[in-house]
Each structure stands twice: as C-alpha cells, then as structure tokens.
C-alpha cells in the first residue's frame, strides 16, 4: 500500500488595509525609522481596526479566499485548526467563529496556541489527520491581531507586532510532494522572558491588572533574541541534517519573520544565500501565526512542484520547531 502523505494544495492570505508606518508609529512613541530598521527591519506593518473586529475576521478572510482559490465547498472541509494567541475570546474556539464565518458546517474545528510557532505546530497536527486516511480536506490557518496585546506607549515592542493572516488547504498525496518531516521542541522556562501577564486563570484581569498594563504583550528582548537566533537555526539546520539535505537541496527557507537578524543568523547556519529566504518582515511585522504562510502566499508563484522547502519558527512559551515538505503544485 501506498503511503500516503498531507500536501499543501492552496494557499491564500489576507491582512488589513491600514498601514502603520515607522514615521506614524515615531509621532507616537520615541522612535525613529532608523532605529527600527537597523535593529529588526521592518519598515510598516498592517493593523485591523473597527470596534468588535476580531482575530475571526482576520482567519476569515484568509479561509475564503482560500475556498475561492482552490474550487473548495466550505461542506468539504473534514476540520479546521486555528493557530492564535489573540483568540476572539477565551471561548467558543476562533476556529469555531472562522467555520460559522465562512460556512464550513460539516467539520470539526479547534484553537491552537504556541506563539509564533503555532502555525507550524498546527500544520504538522493537521497532517497527522490526513495521514490516517480519514481525512481528505483538512484546512490550517495562522491568524493574529497581535495589535490587540500590545502597548503603543513601550518602544521596545510596540514597532514589532502587526496584524493578519494566512490559511493552507491540506489534502492526502501518493506523490513525492508534502510534509515530510518534523523536529519541533519547547521549554516552559522561557515562559518568564516572554509573556501576557495577566488576563488568564492564573492572574484575571482587574482594575489593578489594567491599571499595570498586564495586559500587553511582556518581552526581555535580548534574552528571547539570544534563544532565538541559536534555537531556529539549530533546529532548522537539524532537520536538514536528519534528511540527508545539503544547502543546494534546499529551494528555499521559510523563516518566522520576527527579526531580520535571527532570520539571518538561521540562512548561515543552514549556508543558503540570501536569494533563497523568504522576507517579507519589512512590510507586515511580526503577525505571529501568520508569518510563515504570507510568506508562502507572496512568494507562491515562485514556488514549482517537488522544491524542497524547509520551515522555521521561533516563539514565546519556548517553543521551536522546523518542517521539511516538498511543494506540490506549480504556479497556478
């Protein structure tokens, strides 16, 4: 019997119109373009605004133009997995609002929150799914409104964070294309460097907590950058490793956009040239989930059958992973 594999066979992202550049972004906190560029590269990133909007609307988006994409019935779809740490609220499930949204009736739908590397976490259970053989038509989507948890009067993260999303289509392959392999790791000890103070179980929020701002995204920044830097180029040159792959196998690396830095600290490690890492931290930030499939998307129609891609993502928690696939389709 032929094994079977989960391949990505769509693709599609959404982010809101608003820009929020670093020449708006220094009238409202001391800041400069210069001081952010030099120190994590992103020049604008895209911000959901309304009363009442949502990280759904955001994974709404993204799924619909997915559906639209691919030919795909919302009735279809067998599960839909969210990745989200800006969840709608802390219950129904994002994934559950994003289904009702968009018309998925026939699936079962759930949230998954591993920071930055949610959308990587997520993939791998969504393939998990589809290599059982139950499941044809499995959708992943990462979505963030990190805009919602970040304090717009600290410099250090305020610059770093924006919002959107993007959405894959998962389904079963006998080809030599898909997911292939995954190392993926995480260490609760980093929890302290990176963190949301308040708001869960543990902490509820209260006057005091908001009077703290405990609601807002808590960084050590050179601590987390440290663990970074070693971590996803560590894990990302491991799998490599693991699959017998060389630097001229790889089509190209997919990094989490969080720092232009660690980004390039992980293509030496892996010795790719520049050429052949997806960036496009300068226009959107740091989206969290999101990161890795906007990648995907922009660069789409780059991508041909059988390229050997490799995945890396680095965030709060610890947690850190990498994915090998193989791209299953040509531009479209």
Known sequence: ???IRAAITGIHAWVPEYRLTNQELSRMVDTSDEWIMQRVGIKERHILKGV???TSVLGEMAVKGLLEKTNTSPEEIDLLI????TPDMAFPATANIISDKVGIKNAFSFDLGAACSGFLFSLQTGVSYIETGKYKKVIVVGADKMSSIVDYTDRTTCPLFGDGAGAVLLEPTTD??????????SDGSGGKFLHLKAGGSAKPASFETIEAKEHFVYQEGQSVFKFAVVNMADVAAEIMEKNNLKPDDIAWLVPHQANLRIIDATGRRMGLPPEKIMINIQNYGNTTAATIPLCLWEYENKLRKGDKIILAAFGGGFTWGSIYLKWAYDPK
């Open 1 to 3: 019997m032929e094994k």
């Open 82 to 85: 969210c990745a989200t740490i």
């Open 52 to 54: 009442g909007q949502g």
């Open 176 to 185: 030599d294309v898909g997911i292939i392999d995954h190392i993926f790791h």
